[in-house]
């Protein structure tokens, strides 16, 4: 299993619902085209960001398919298959992901219910062994509720296929800890937009986000900086970052990521209920004030 094809900066897609709440193939394949003419290295479908978690099956297999016939070869996808409750359905679209030939899968642990380690084991374990793709753990206890030390996660080593993970979590002393003890075996997606520089810092190979929608110039700009040493650079991008990423929470969701889209000319549609489908009139008007001020370059 080459690892070699994992690198650069993986936007975690967002998913153009309609204003019914259905996917829409249009906008999604607006937004890919965007994405790939703008240099991103890999799209990361069907995670949080693209809402997995409100679609049933048969929509995230649609979104993987509408997005690889989009992207065409040009960059690597990661599909998601976490997020459902019910391992049956993880293992069917990972053998989905494989039929369609994307580069590798991904999932958080199961949420929900409070799990064991055993339980968690057992289901990257099932999940991963059902597909001959890499497969990259996606660590994020923030959302899922599971909280692993190192050597609990390294036991996942054991796993033939598992090929690293994306890390969103906030401790870069346990992210850097974790791959000195992989010893090269595994690799690492930043995971936290806000902290990309840090984790290249820490060892990782890219990063997977959500701001990577909005700004895959920026950050493209602080992968490339950083790879040529150019590290005053990247910070000054970092910088920005911050200010972006600040200013999305502070519209609130995925609605906001959609809006700041809009503000670049790229309609990415609706979020899906329960959600909030769109910002307000008065929201929307205030955010493009603030985002113009900080972004006039990436404002139409």
Request: aromatic share 12%; charged share 25%.
């Amino acid at each position: 299993m080459s690892k070699d094809k994992f690198y650069g900066v993986y936007a975690a897609l967002i998913t153009p619902f309609n204003e019914n709440g259905e996917v829409c193939k249009k906008r999604l394949k607006g937004l890919v085209r965007f994405l790939v003419s703008k240099g991103i290295n890999g799209l990361y479908i069907c995670g949080g960001t693209g809402e997995c978690p409100s679609m049933d099956v048969d929509e995230r297999k649609k979104v993987a398919e509408i997005v690889k016939e989009e992207a065409d070869n040009k960059v690597g996808l990661i599909v998601h298959i976490g997020g459902s409750l019910n391992t049956r359905n993880a293992v069917e679209l990972a053998r989905h992901a494989e039929n369609i030939k994307v580069d590798a899968v991904s999932s958080i642990a199961p949420i929900y219910y409070r799990m064991s380690f055993n339980e968690v084991y057992n289901y990257y374990k099932n999940v991963a062994e059902s597909t001959s793709l890499p497969f990259f753990i996606y660590y994020i206890p923030a959302t899922t509720g599971i909280a692993l030390s190192n050597n609990e996660i390294l036991k996942f080593m054991e796993i033939k296929n598992i090929a690293g993970l994306k890390y969103t979590h906030p401790d870069m002393y346990m992210l850097q800890d974790l791959l000195l003890k992989a010893k090269g075996r595994w690799i690492a997606f930043s995971g936290p937009d806000e902290l990309f520089l840090p984790a290249l810092t820490m060892g990782v190979v890219g990063s997977i986000g959500s701001t990577q929608n909005v700004l895959p110039e920026i950050f493209l700009g602080i992968y490339k900086n950083f790879i040529s040493g150019n590290i005053r650079e990247a910070m000054e991008l970092q910088r920005r970052i911050t200010i972006a990423v600040s200013l999305l929470k502070k519209y609130g969701g995925i609605a906001s990521w959609k809006a700041a889209l809009k503000f670049r000319g790229v309609d990415a549609g609706y979020a899906r209920s329960p959600l909030t489908q769109k910002l307000g009139e008065a929201e929307e008007k205030a955010f493009y004030k603030e985002w113009k001020e900080n972004f006039p370059e990436y404002t139409v």
